[in-house]
């Protein structure tokens, strides 16, 4: 069983910036590919960005490229999201995902569905 705790969530003005963290149990952290989405109301969950086990290979959903940065630091079992030029439009529930299933090093994954466990969440708030 994987436990995630994702914190750093809040309200921000558009522009501005912030950085979610996702905490992960478990002692095979360094094998897991992670994920985050998010879902704003009365709309479905959306892919945001994904980072392989080894953190060699990082993708991103086109409206957030050149914006946000993932990463994760193995050492600490945590996956970070860094979140610059929020728009209003980035305003949502964030959750991060752990694909337990390991493959390769560089493996990353975009579909909901090919994720194990997930996180609580954490609300994103752009003021505009």
């Known amino acids: 069983q994987v436990q995630l705790v994702e914190s750093g969530g809040g309200l921000v003005q558009a522009g501005g910036s912030l950085r979610l963290s996702c905490a992960a149990s478990?002692?095979?952290?360094?094998?897991?590919?992670m994920g985050w989405f998010r879902q704003a109301p009365e709309k479905e969950r959306e892919f945001v960005a994904a980072i392989s086990s080894s953190g060699g290979t990082t993708d991103y959903v086109d409206s957030v490229k050149g914006r946000f940065i993932v990463s994760r630091d193995n050492a600490k079992n945590t996956v970070y999201l860094q979140m610059n030029s929020l728009e209003p439009e980035d305003t949502a529930v964030y959750s991060c995902?752990?694909?337990?299933?390991?493959?390769?090093?560089?493996?990353?994954?975009?579909?909901?569905?090919?994720?194990?466990?997930w996180g609580q969440g954490t609300q994103v708030t752009v003021s505009s």
């Open positions: 478990g002692r095979t952290f360094s094998t897991y590919a």
């Open positions: 995902a752990a694909n337990t299933a390991f493959v390769w090093y560089n493996n990353i994954y975009r579909r909901p569905d090919q994720y194990q466990y």
